[in-house]
């Protein structure tokens, strides 16, 4: 195998395992989510808690409200991955990625209920969450649901919105941040 061979083969085994790598870990946000919104008081026992302990946040005001929340949430259905919004956030977490931005506007000004709604056919109630830097989808999940410094607490408000029933979920990296996953939300398709 010649050099030029083998380099190719490097850079394609690690194009796959990125791929992989993001396939695993947007299955994992899934999981996350719909744990908390099925069993919101058995996901503060099997993931908050401990994640709590571990990071030493029990103190913090955000995290106090979020439990509050979560005790008085009522199990809701759980988000079904949708092809069509997986594009849409796939294409916006790329394009984050590749600029550096951070937010729900693209980067050629396109803002992100145009591309949820004409892009994805979406309908109803839609919304958007992007996090950045989180490599652990746990850590990305409670992120948004602590929603530190956020007032409006929207990301928490997303992802326990009973009218909620379809998702789609990217991870790409960020040359700012490393990776930021994005999350689109809708009601209907």
Known sequence: MGKRNFYSLIILL???????????KEAEVLKLLNSVRTDPKG??????TPYLEENKLESNSYVKSLLADLKNTKKMGALQISPELTRVARQHAKDMGKTGQIGHTSSDGTSFDQRVRKKAKAGGLIAENCDYGNWEAIDSVIGLLIDDGIKSLGHRKNILEPKFKWVGIAIEPHKTYGVNCVMDFAESL
């Open 14 to 24: 690690s194009f796959q395992s990125t791929i992989l790598f993001s396939q695993d």
């Open 43 to 48: 996901f503060i026992k099997a993931y908050l």
